[in-house]
Nanobody, 125 residues
């Protein structure tokens, strides 16, 4: 199993980026994908979650209305469209795969078995 995240970069505040996560060795019909991020000196936090087969999508309050998660099970791809970026969004972003979970648990990193290597998003103010 391998997850590979890409799409990070440097963007000005108010700008947009789209992150991609490609999952090999698993089916997105069986596994949920979540995006996490970790800023310098801070704990890793859940950003968004998708379980396509169950049509479940969750967002952290800090990104609701600005970020959109989507998936393509056939291509084994999950995307995170990030708009109206703020300096607080600066972090390394990781995608992770795990069994389907529920609203109260999706932000826990312990729910996820597999992790990608991370992609750096830097938002300049």
């Amino acid at each position: 199993v391998q997850l590979q995240a890409s799409g990070g970069g440097l963007v000005q505040a108010g700008g947009s980026l789209r992150l991609s996560c490609v999952a090999s060795g698993i089916s997105l019909n069986d596994y949920a994908i979540a995006w996490f991020r970790q800023a310098p000196g801070k704990e890793r936090e859940g950003v968004s979650y998708i379980m396509s087969r169950q049509r479940r999508i969750y967002y952290a309050d800090s990104v609701k209305g600005r970020f959109t998660i989507s998936g393509d099970s056939a291509k084994k791809m999950v995307y995170l469209q990030m708009n109206a970026l703020k300096s607080d969004d600066t972090a390394v972003y990781y995608c992770a795969a795990g069994p389907p979970t529920i609203l109260s648990a999706w932000k826990s990193s312990r729910q996820y078995r597999y992790w990608g290597q991370g992609t750096l998003v830097t938002v300049s103010s």
